[in-house]
C-alpha cells in the first residue's frame, strides 16, 4: 500500500517535501518517506489517514524533526484535536522561531486552533474530552542549536509581580540576549529537569 502510494505520488509529481531524500540510512529514510506520504494524504484531506502515517513515525522515531512537528499540528486541526494541535504548533515555533519555512502557516492554524478549543472546552462535558499525543520532547540538538526560549517566550525579559502590585522585569537567565535558549537546556525544561525558579 505505501508503495502504491509513493509511485503514485511520483506519477502525479505531487509536492512533498522530501525529508526521505536526506537520509541515507534506509531506517531512518523509511519514517521520513512516511512523513512525505503523510503530507500528500493531508493535502488531499484524508487527515485520518495522515494522522495514523504521523502517529506511527511518532512512535518510531527518537528525535522529532521540527517540520514533522508543524504537520501533525496542522493536521491535528484539521481532526478537530485543538489541544494537541496548539501543542504542536507551540512546538514547532519555539524550534524554529519566526524564520521557519511554515512560521506563517502555523501562526495562522495555532490562531484557529485556539479559538476553537475555547469554543470547544465552553461546550464539552468531562467524559468528551479525549487524550491528545504527548508533547514533543525530543529535537536534534546537531541541527537545531538553539530554540525560542519558553519561559521568557523569546522577550529575553521575564516579568515577575512585586509585593505592592508592580511589575519587576529580570533578564531571563534562560536564554541569551536574543531569547533563545540552548538546545541542551530546552531539552532539561522539556523534561522537568530544569529549575525555573528565578531568585531575587
Given at each position: 500500500?505505501?508503495?502504491?502510494?509513493?509511485?503514485?505520488?511520483?506519477?502525479?509529481?505531487?509536492?512533498?517535501?522530501?525529508?526521505?531524500?536526506?537520509?541515507v540510512d534506509p531506517?531512518?529514510?523509511?519514517?521520513?518517506?512516511?512523513?512525505?506520504?503523510?503530507?500528500?494524504?493531508?493535502?488531499?484531506?484524508?487527515?485520518?489517514?495522515?494522522?495514523?502515517?504521523?502517529?506511527?513515525?511518532?512512535?518510531?522515531?527518537d528525535i522529532i524533526?521540527?517540520?514533522?512537528?508543524?504537520?501533525?499540528?496542522?493536521?491535528?486541526?484539521?481532526?478537530?484535536?485543538?489541544?494537541?494541535?496548539?501543542?504542536?504548533?507551540?512546538?514547532?515555533?519555539?524550534?524554529?522561531?519566526?524564520?521557519?519555512?511554515?512560521?506563517?502557516?502555523?501562526?495562522?492554524?495555532?490562531?484557529?486552533?485556539?479559538?476553537?478549543?475555547?469554543?470547544?472546552?465552553?461546550?464539552?462535558?468531562?467524559?468528551?474530552?479525549?487524550?491528545?499525543?504527548?508533547?514533543?520532547?525530543?529535537?536534534?540538538?546537531?541541527?537545531?542549536?538553539?530554540?525560542?526560549?519558553?519561559?521568557?517566550?523569546?522577550?529575553?525579559?521575564?516579568?515577575?509581580?512585586?509585593?505592592?502590585?508592580?511589575?519587576?522585569?529580570?533578564?531571563?537567565?534562560?536564554?541569551?540576549?536574543?531569547?533563545?535558549?540552548?538546545?541542551?537546556?530546552?531539552?532539561?525544561?522539556?523534561?522537568?529537569?530544569?529549575?525555573?525558579?528565578?531568585?531575587?
Amino acid at each position: 500500500m505505501i508503495l502504491k502510494l509513493w509511485t503514485l505520488v511520483l506519477l502525479l509529481g505531487i509536492s512533498v517535501s522530501g525529508f526521505s531524500q536526506d537520509y541515507v540510512d534506509p531506517e531512518h529514510r523509511q519514517l521520513m518517506m512516511k512523513i512525505d506520504e503523510g503530507v500528500v494524504l493531508m493535502n488531499q484531506g484524508e487527515y485520518n489517514r495522515a494522522d495514523s502515517y504521523f502517529q506511527e513515525v511518532l512512535t518510531a522515531i527518537d528525535i522529532i524533526p521540527a517540520e514533522l512537528c508543524f504537520y501533525f499540528g496542522k493536521n491535528s486541526y484539521h481532526l478537530k484535536k485543538y489541544k494537541q494541535s496548539i501543542d504542536w504548533l507551540n512546538k514547532y515555533i519555539e524550534i524554529k522561531g519566526t524564520t521557519g519555512q511554515f512560521f506563517d502557516q502555523a501562526r495562522e492554524y495555532l490562531s484557529l486552533s485556539e479559538t476553537d478549543f475555547l469554543a470547544q472546552q465552553r461546550n464539552a462535558t468531562p467524559r468528551s474530552v479525549q487524550p491528545d499525543k504527548a508533547k514533543p520532547q525530543q529535537i536534534d540538538c546537531n541541527t537545531t542549536p538553539f530554540v525560542l526560549c519558553p519561559i521568557c517566550k523569546g522577550s529575553g525579559v521575564i516579568i515577575e509581580q512585586g509585593a505592592l502590585g508592580s511589575a519587576i522585569y529580570r533578564t531571563c537567565p534562560y536564554s541569551d540576549g536574543s531569547g533563545r535558549m540552548t538546545c541542551e537546556n530546552y531539552q532539561k525544561y522539556a523534561r522537568g529537569e530544569l529549575s525555573t525558579i528565578v531568585s531575587p
